[in-house]
């Protein structure tokens, strides 16, 4: 999954047990991919409370912020709860949307299958206009380029 490629459409659970599918998702602007390995983990949480901060950057640029990762849609839903997170988290428990975008791990400190952390943008006509995949988990997104390219 490079730029200019096509985006997989997909769908996935949301934390309260409901499809959400990327196709219907870029109906109402572009959308920001933001993989993750697991729900309640240092990184991840501030990642995704960085994210939740900055919502209303992304709301004033027309755009949906989706958050993924291997974990259950159950342990989503509590995390989502527990860190007042305003945005769409979605479960890719088989791990198969982390696969196609090439965000998993082979081994994440001994689990198998486990998402990398990966930002991806996502236009109305499904091409992706960012990439970023991440090797070391302890790293965050550039969310300066991302907002960039949210922005032009």
Do not use: H, W
């Not at 730029?3 to 499809?19: C, E, P, R, V, Y």
């Not at 599918?21 to 960085?50: D, M, Q, R």
């Not at 919502?55 to 993924?68: D, E, R």
């Not at 965050?140 to 949210?150: G, H, S, Y």
């Amino acid at each position: 999954m490079k730029i200019g490629d096509k985006a997989s459409d997909f769908t996935l659970l949301n934390s309260d047990g409901n499809k959400v599918s990327l196709s219907e998702e870029v109906k109402n602007g572009k959308v920001l991919i933001l993989f993750f390995p697991l729900a309640f983990s240092g990184v991840c949480t501030e990642e995704l409370c960085t994210t939740r901060d900055n919502m209303k950057l992304y709301n004033s640029l027309s755009t949906n912020v989706i958050g993924i990762s291997v974990d259950s849609f159950f342990t989503l839903k509590q995390f989502k709860k527990t860190n007042n997170l305003n945005f769409t988290l979605l479960s890719d428990f088989n791990k198969n949307v982390s696969r196609d975008y090439k965000s998993l791990y082979d081994d994440f400190f001994g689990m198998k299958g486990v998402s990398k952390r990966s930002a991806f943008v996502i236009n109305e006509a499904m091409e992706i206009e960012y990439a970023e995949i991440l090797e070391d988990s302890d790293k965050l997104p550039d969310f300066k380029a991302i907002r960039n390219i949210l922005s032009s």
